[in-house]
T-cell receptor, first 117, second 115 residues
């Protein structure tokens, strides 16, 4: 089946530093990747849609300069949390859709638990 | 406006029994897809089952089945013969054809299977 690898699975960083999270589709080409954020015991909130070779589309209320997204190839998208603050601590999870039809589900990475101290 | 509604409180279910998780949705798009995902405590999102808006039959995948009532805009998940490993959060999600493949998630249902 389709596999999405997300790295790192957890990270602790100091306030003011930047953190990069990678999302790779291992056995399929992902034209579109999505980045979600999840607070404890809450739902997944879509942050942005990442299309290969073009600028990401951010959801309302998500700061594009804060959460930099790069989708340089059909198998890799990255999310960089810039100048992280404690309120950025959250579970970030990426997903990818292959080139197959509309019935295909999004395949998710295992998520990254970010803690900003 | 909330597109996916899951309002049940956390549920305890006896092992080997069936459990139904409610999901209602709101869309004006005639073409859409409904998904259920399972999220165990480790955090990964596991795809369970899919129902297309034009599908004539309710979807089934092993112990998972979907009770799709289009007129009522509901897509309830039924898990039969619950197992201890079914303890997790369950999310209902919708993808609209006009939505650029984006998935909108409900708030989830917590299920705990007890022996």
């Amino acid at each position: 089946g389709a596999v999405v690898s997300q790295h790192p699975s957890w990270v602790i960083c100091k306030s003011g530093t930047s953190v990069k999270i990678e999302c790779r589709s291992l056995d399929f080409q992902a034209t579109t990747m999505f980045w979600y954020r999840q607070f404890p015991k809450q739902s997944l909130m879509l942050m942005a849609t990442s299309n290969e070779g073009s600028k990401a589309t951010y959801e309302q209320g998500v700061e594009k300069d804060k959460f930099l997204i790069n989708h340089a190839s059909l198998t890799l998208s990255t999310l960089t949390v810039t100048s992280a603050h404690p309120e950025d601590s959250s579970f970030y999870i990426c997903s990818a859709k292959g080139m197959t039809g509309g019935r295909s589900p999004l395949h998710f990475g295992n998520g990254t638990r970010l803690t900003v101290t | 406006a909330q597109k996916i509604t899951q309002t049940q409180p956390g549920m305890f279910v006896q092992e080997k029994e069936a459990v139904t998780l409610d999901c209602t949705y709101d869309t004006s798009d005639p073409s859409y897809g409904l998904f259920w995902y399972k999220q165990p405590s480790s955090g990964e999102m596991i795809f369970l089952i899919y129902q297309g808006s034009y599908d004539q039959q309710n979807a089934t995948e092993g112990r998972y089945s979907l009770n799709f009532q289009k007129a009522r805009k509901s897509a309830n998940l039924v898990i039969s013969a619950s197992q201890l490993g079914d303890s997790a959060m369950y999310f209902c999600a919708m993808r609209e054809s006009s939505g650029n493949n984006r998935l909108a998630f409900g708030k989830g249902n917590q299920v705990v299977v007890i022996p």
